[in-house]
């Protein structure tokens, strides 16, 4: 039974979308699908996980080891087609989240990149249309896209224009899930995320987001570093990013979409700092200017009009950020030797 928005509002639990129901998450073992795995399993959905855990990536077996038990667990690459094909079938949703995250690295592998975040996404699509084309697609995009913005707040209609070369990649595999749905009917849609944090993020470096080794610092400590200081950003905490990708998936109104995530309240990287070490308690930064590889690619302020999809699928972030510090915070300070 699929709901539409509407009825959404008064199911807020989307019970009946995802109860006995078979969903696969690609890189299900990373920051958000493994916070997605859970809720899944909250939901009474029988939930695969597909992961190729490399050490560089977000993934990690500690972020589901409550539910272990409960999710089946598939370590392969999306790369690998074989695989795919046999992971595809009989599903019912597709979180697909696998990526290669790291801007920087992008720039210094960027076929790499350019395999899991373009290639790969459109062999996903290519074995849906043979293997399972009923199946319902929400694909995990970026406001890397969008590049340098030309105005605040950047909504869905601003110009996409990519700064490296993992914005351009994810742009293209964004856009085959939207030709997919379009030409083949596929039922796919795109969030494109912006800052999301949270417990079972990266810390161990700045690869997945600089809040994660943030965070680590102070938990270690040590001072951390804010580069720049005076960018403007947008934050999402994980349950909220998780509560807009079930409800992109549960509502027929998604299909074919794309839709902003993210927070009307922007923050300065600094003011961002001072309220993470006051959350903290405690705790030192130092501001440095912008290391120059990271200056070429930097998309200066940004922050997004989520309006779209508050209004067409009735998402609202619930955390605020010193709430979703707090927990963040405190769960890298009860688990943060199995991150680093
Ligand atoms: N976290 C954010 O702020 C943010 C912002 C914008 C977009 N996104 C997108 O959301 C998705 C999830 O990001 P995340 O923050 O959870 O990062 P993450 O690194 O924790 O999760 C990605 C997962 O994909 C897995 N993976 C990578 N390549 C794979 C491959 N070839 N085959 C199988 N698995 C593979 C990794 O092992 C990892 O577990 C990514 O596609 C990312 O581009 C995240």
Request: one cysteine or more.
């Amino acid at each position: 039974m699929w709901l539409t928005a509407r009825q959404m509002l008064y199911n807020p639990r989307m019970d009946n979308a995802f109860t006995d129901r078979n969903v696969l998450i690609t890189g299900g073992l990373g920051f958000i699908g493994s916070n997605l795995a859970r809720r899944l399993v909250t939901l009474g959905a029988r939930v695969t996980l597909v992961d190729s855990l490399i050490p560089a990536y977000g993934g990690n077996l500690f972020n589901v080891q409550e539910i272990a038990g409960q999710v089946k667990i598939n370590i392969s690459d999306v790369r690998d087609v074989h695989s795919l094909r046999y992971l595809v079938r009989d599903q019912d949703y597709l979180f697909n989240l696998a990526g290669q995250t790291s801007h920087m690295d992008s720039m210094t592998d960027p076929y790499t990149d350019l395999e899991i975040n373009c290639r790969a996404q459109l062999s996903i699509l290519e074995t849906c249309r043979h293997y399972n084309p009923a199946v319902r697609i929400v694909f995990a995009s970026t406001r890397q896209i969008y590049g340098r913005p030309d105005y605040l707040p950047v909504d869905e209609q601003h110009p996409v224009r990519p700064v490296d070369v993992n914005g351009i990649n994810k742009m293209a595999g964004e856009w085959y899930h939207v030709l997919y749905n379009n030409v083949y009917g596929l039922r796919a849609c795109a969030l494109r995320l912006t800052n999301t944090y949270g417990p079972r993020m990266r810390v161990k470096d700045a690869r997945q987001t600089f809040l994660g080794i943030w965070i680590r610092r102070l938990v270690e400590g040590q001072p951390f570093e804010v580069w720049g200081g005076a960018q403007l950003r947008d934050f999402t905490y994980v349950d909220d990013a998780v509560d807009a990708f079930l409800l992109a998936a549960a509502s027929d109104n998604a299909a074919g979409g794309v839709f902003n995530l993210g927070d009307r309240q922007p923050i300065s990287l600094r003011a961002l700092a001072d309220l993470l070490i006051e959350v903290n308690g405690g705790g030192e930064y130092v501001v440095r200017e912008f290391p120059a590889g990271r200056k070429s690619i930097d998309i200066g302020d940004y922050y997004s009009d989520p309006r779209r999809i508050c209004a067409a699928l009735n998402w609202e972030p619930k955390i605020g950020l010193r709430e979703g510090l707090r927990r963040s915070v405190a769960y890298y300070r009860a688990h943060l030797n199995q991150y680093v």
